[in-house]
Each structure stands twice: as structure tokens, then as C-alpha cells.
């Protein structure tokens, strides 16, 4: 079958096939097989038929990558829900974070009823420990009347994970299961500062010296062997934001571009910085002193205009090695010639350990250009010995680990739940992934949506079988339910300023990453913050009585001068030495800030405080922090 000039491959057309029927379907295929092809299908179907549909994907990043590649390809016909945008709310095709199409399914499912479709893009994000119970609830609360494509690099236990949606929807949904790459991939391992073809040299290679003194390997060596090879261009995976930008720089002694590229990559970037209005900003112009050679780095530390700006000249196939962290995996399509991995272990939910196939896979995916190359590689640093051959070894031949529920309701699920259906929504329980898997066997997750219930009442969410009015406020407060619900109950808000306002919603969704830099507060803020301790230690106090884990976050000032700073209406480069964050980090807590000071604005808040909401996010939403007018770009 042909589709748009394009021949389909066979596990292509069966999940077309299956569409077609309208069926649910769960497609399993390597990275850049040919999925969202599958997807575009069933959207164009919708189209025709005047039917809407949905599609969420884990990151802020890949919705704004579909918005643009969709859009051109169904004008008029597109639009985007975040936490950051909202652009043609109403449209056919709707693109939206898991996060946001969970929270419509809770709370405003009448917006729905003209959806009958919904596509879960990289649907394997369930088993993520802090996000994955988004997915599990998403499709839990899935309404009969909507179908499902979910998409897949990797679902070792599918069928478990069919027969439970099955059982839980009681209707069909069709496996698709593809396992041959279009690109066949080639493993190089570098160790001892040499290259190896394959397992058997590299375990000789080690056993061989093994009471000898090893040579480190070295980044230049690696992407020298790749030029000389014509293995480029590269990815090169790090697990560590400085690292990437370390590599970058030492990278510079080398120039990856003919005269016809380089000019090319400058006339692109002076373009692209121009239009994003960010060529005066400080990381602007080493980026380019980098770009102008073919090299790259890209990281969340970035300001998003440049990590979009980056992702524009990579498809452009003008970047020839760019060091980057994991997220460049996630989805965007960014396929290149080979792919590098820094090292084989990564910091897994509290320790450093090997990574998992999957995890690997997913990277190493990205190797191998469809259509233009015939065999992809990947090149694994190695400390040569016995525990990373093994490990390796174990990587590449080993089972993928099945995904697993990490359901944990957060506490606006449970309120928005209980809104509807009383304390029966404690039923929700066997509806899971989780009980499908585990059942009785491992009731904990039971347990706390039963403690989290008796804890809401307790401090009178809810109250003589119904939503309190604190209960109303707080089932709008995703992730941060309690104390904002805690501190709104006690007019906290109230005596705040408007710039207090931002200062103190920047502290609440603020996440420190490593040793910060933390200001001095005026004796104003302290008293605040007093306050906002004080409240935040009893609601854990609370929750380590009832068992309930993860606890509440803890507050965190380290933006304060910088949040003060934008609020006075100072340039971000006039904030960005107020703090150890990275660029990007700033922007993104920014942009945090304003989702859940919209997220506050509800019927049943003053009208003061709602005027002091709309002034605060009107000054916080302004040049590089508004992430609307640069989707448009």
C-alpha cells in the first residue's frame, strides 16, 4: 500500500488496516520507524470525517514540534494546550502535554465530547516514577467514546499492558509489534582510548591487560575516529549539562564545515536570533563561535529560543556533532549518522546505575538516517573493565525490563474524583495497571490513595460528603494542592503584593538542582517565608503520620532576586547574574510561576486577589518568558 507516494511497510499498513476498522491501537516499533506516519494517518482520517482528535506527548518540547509539523501539514486545522500556550483552543486537532489532557478528563470532559480520537505519543512514559501516573489516569478516565493510538519505541510487556486497557474498557485493542529497524545499527565501544568493533575484541582486549594501567579515553579520539570513519554527523549523549557544554568547547580546535556551510550555518543563526529576539543575550554569541565550526551543545539549561534554533539547524544537516543530554532522544526527530553514549550508567531515582535496555535503545535509535543511510552506528565509552563489559553485554543481548505502574493520584485527582463520585472513587484502585500487576500482592498504592482521602478530610477539603470551598481551590492545583490550598484557607494570599505574589509562586514550584545560590531576604520576606515553612513542615508532619510518600515539596527561594528583578521590568540579562541557575532553568520556573497563578484564578477567589493575579502574570509573561509568540516563529 501507498500512501502519499510513500510505500508503506507491512506493520505500517496492519495498524492502517486496524484504524480503519476503528480500533484501538498499541504500535511497538524501533525509533524512527515510521510511527508517526501511523499518526498523521489517522489525523488526516479524522479530518475528512469531521472528527476531532487529540495528541499528547510527554514534554513541552515535542507538543511544540508537533504544532509546527502538523500545522504545515493540515493548515488552519491545528492547535496547541500547555502550561505555557494556548493557541487555537477549538481546533480539530488538538495538541496538548499528558498532564493537560488528564486534567480535561477530570475537569472539563465536555470540551471532549467532539474528540474521538486521542493519540499517546512515547506512551512508555507510564512507568516514569514521577510522571507515569498521568498516563495510567489518562487512560483510566479515557471516555468510551474515544479511541486510542498510543506509540511506542519500546513495550516489552505488551500484552500485559493490552490486556488491562482491554479489561478496563472492555473493548478490543489491536497489538502492532515491529522489531527489525529500517537502519540496521553497528556497535563500536571505545575503551583504553581505542575503538572496538565488536564484544568479543573488547572482553580479549581487557582480559588481555587487565593488570595493566589503562589510558582514559578521550572525547577528541572518539569524534576524530567518527570524521575519519565518515561516521558523522554525531550525537553524542551526556548525562550531565556542564559536560555537554565542556565537550563542546573543547571541540573547537576542530572545524567540521566546508566554506559553503559555514556560511550557510551563520546566515541561518543571525537569522533565527534575530527573530527570536535573542541576539544580545549572553549564550547567543558562543553558541555561534561553536555552530560556525559544526559543533553544538543542547541541554534544558539552554533558553528555549536557542534550543529551538538548535533543532532547526540540526534538520538542516549543518551541525555535525552535537553534545546534548537525554531529552534529544524523547521523540524530536532529530535522526542522525551515529550515535555516541559518554558512558553506559546514569543517576536512576536516587543512585547511579547501568542503564536500562530500553532507556539505551531509545538513544541509540536515533542512529541511522531513513532513506539515507544504510547502517547506523553507535560508539558506548567504556571504563575496560570486567563490571562495564558486562554491563554492556548485558544492554545489547539482554530482555528489555517491562514497563511498570508508578500510579500515585495526586490529590486534585482524588478532590476532582470525589467531586463526582463520593468515596466510591476509592474503586478506582482496581482499575489500575498497577492492581492488574501486582493485585494484592503489593496493595500500597491502595493504601495511600485511602490515606490521602482520610488526610483531605482531616484538614477539611472535604467535609460532610463534599467539596469544602478550600476543596473547590485546591482541586485546581495540580502538584501543589496542599500548601497553596493550606495558605489561600488563611488569606495568606491576600496580604501579599502583587510582586509578593510572584516571589512567593516561584518559591512553591521551585526545584533546586545541586548547591544554589541563596539570597538574603529582607525582613519581610523572612517573616513570609516563616510562614510558608511553617505550613509546608505541618502538612509533612501530617503526611509522614499518615504514610503518605512522596511528602509535599519543600519551598525554595533561590529566584527571588531574579523573579524581583523581572517583576521591576529589568531585561533578562540584567537578572541572569542574580542566580546559579541555569538560563533556561529560570525560564521554565518563570513560566511555572504563571501557570498556577492562572491555575489560581477561579470564581471563587477575591476579586483583589484576582486583580493582583492578572497584574503579576501580565509582567511575567513578557519577551523570552512568553513561549506563545515564539511557537509562531
Request: proline content about 3%; charged content about 30%.
Amino acid at each position: 500500500m501507498e500512501l502519499n507516494h510513500i510505500t508503506l511497510d507491512p506493520f505500517q499498513n496492519e495498524a492502517i488496516d486496524y484504524l480503519d476498522k476503528g480500533l484501538s491501537v498499541i504500535v511497538s516499533a524501533p525509533t524512527g520507524s515510521g510511527k508517526t506516519l501511523i499518526a498523521e494517518y489517522i489525523i488526516e482520517k479524522c479530518l475528512k470525517e469531521g472528527k476531532g482528535i487529540i495528541y499528547t506527548a510527554p514534554i513541552k518540547a515535542l507538543s511544540n514540534q508537533k504544532f509546527r509539523d502538523f500545522s504545515a501539514k493540515f493548515p488552519e486545522s491545528v492547535g496547541i494546550i500547555t502550561g505555557d500556550v494556548k493557541i487555537n483552543p477549538h481546533a480539530s486537532v488538538l495538541i496538548m502535554t499528558t498532564e493537560i489532557f488528564r486534567n480535561y478528563l477530570l475537569q472539563d470532559i465536555e470540551k471532549l465530547q467532539n474528540k474521538k480520537w486521542v493519540i499517546f505519543d512515547e506512551v512508555h512514559y507510564l512507568d516514569d516514577i514521577e510522571r507515569g501516573t498521568v498516563w495510567e489516569e489518562s487512560i483510566i478516565f479515557l471516555p468510551q467514546n474515544m479511541k486510542m493510538l498510543a506509540l511506542s519505541a519500546t513495550l516489552p510487556n505488551i500484552d500485559q499492558f493490552i490486556a488491562w486497557i482491554e479489561k478496563t474498557h472492555n473493548h478490543p485493542v489491536k497489538k502492532i509489534e515491529e522489531h527489525k529497524r529500517a537502519v540496521p545499527l553497528h556497535f563500536y565501544f571505545q575503551a583504553d582510548n581505542r575503538i572496538f568493533s565488536n564484544v568479543s575484541e573488547l572482553e580479549y582486549h581487557t582480559l588481555k591487560n587487565k593488570d595493566e594501567f589503562f589510558k582514559n579515553n578521550r572525547v577528541d579520539s572518539l569524534i576524530k575516529y567518527s570524521q575519519e570513519n565518515a561516521f558523522l554527523p554525531c550525537i553524542y549523549f551526556c548525562f550531565s549539562r556542564a559536560k555537554c557544554e565542556k565537550f563542546a568547547q573543547e571541540m573547537l580546535k576542530y572545524n567540521f564545515l566546508n566554506k559553503e556551510e559555514e556560511t550557510r550555518i551563520k546566515e541561518l543563526y543571525n537569522s533565527y536570533t534575530k527573530k527570536f529576539k535573542i541576539r544580545h543575550h549572553h549564550s547567543t554569541s558562543f553558541m555561534l563561535s561553536l555552530l560556525e565550526r559544526g559543533i553544538a551543545y543542547h541541554h534544558a539549561g539552554l533558553l528555549p529560543p536557542l534550543k529551538e534554533i538548535i533543532e532547526r539547524i540540526f534538520t538542516e544537516k549543518l551541525i555535525k556533532v552535537i553534545f546534548t543530554t537525554e531529552t534529544f532522544a524523547l521523540g524530536i526527530n532529530m535522526p542522525s549518522r551515529t550515535v555516541c553514549f559518554d558512558e553506559i550508567s546514569k543517576y536512576y531515582r536516587g543512585k547511579t546505575r547501568y542503564l536500562r535496555k530500553r532507556d539505551f535503545y531509545q538513544m541509540a535509535g536515533r542512529a541511522g538516517r531513513r532513506g539515507i543511510d544504510k547502517e547506523g552506528f553507535v560508539i558506548s565509552r567504556l571504563k575496560p573493565y570486567k563490571e562495564d563489559v558486562t554491563a554492556i553485554k548485558r544492554i545489547l543481548q539482554g530482555n528489555p525490563e517491562p514497563i511498570k505502574s508508578q500510579f500515585n493520584a495526586s490529590y486534585a485527582t482524588i478532590l476532582n474524583l470525589y467531586h463526582d463520585t463520593g468515596d466510591a472513587l476509592l474503586e478506582i484502585y482496581p482499575k489500575t495497571f498497577h492492581y492488574f500487576q501486582f493485585g494484592k500482592r503489593k496493595g500500597s498504592e491502595k493504601k495511600i490513595l485511602e490515606a490521602k482521602l482520610k488526610l483531605l478530610k482531616q484538614l477539611r477539603y472535604i467535609q460532610n460528603d463534599k467539596l469544602t470551598m478550600k476543596g473547590q481551590f485546591a482541586s485546581n492545583m495540580f502538584g501543589y494542592e496542599l500548601i497553596i490550598g493550606e495558605l489561600w484557607d488563611k488569606g495568606f494570599f491576600e496580604r501579599l503584593s502583587w510582586v509578593e505574589l510572584g516571589i512567593i509562586i516561584c518559591a512553591i514550584i521551585t526545584e533546586v538542582r545541586g548547591k544554589e545560590y541563596l539570597p538574603k531576604l529582607d525582613k519581610r520576606l523572612k517573616k513570609i517565608k516563616r510562614e510558608m515553612w511553617l505550613a509546608t513542615h505541618q502538612i509533612q508532619r501530617i503526611e509522614k503520620r499518615f504514610r503518605i510518600f512522596p511528602h509535599t515539596k519543600t519551598i525554595h527561594f533561590q529566584l527571588t532576586d531574579a523573579m524581583h528583578a523581572w517583576l521591576m521590568g529589568k531585561d533578562f540579562n540584567q537578572i541572569i547574574d542574580k542566580v546559579s541557575s541555569d538560563e533556561g532553568e529560570i525560564i521554565r520556573n518563570f513560566r511555572m510561576t504563571n501557570q498556577v497563578l492562572r491555575d489560581m484564578d477561579q470564581k471563587i477567589v477575591t476579586d483583589s486577589l484576582r486583580s493582583k493575579i492578572h497584574k503579576t502574570t501580565s509582567i511575567i509573561n513578557r519577551d523570552i518568558v512568553n513561549a506563545e509568540w515564539q511557537l509562531k516563529i
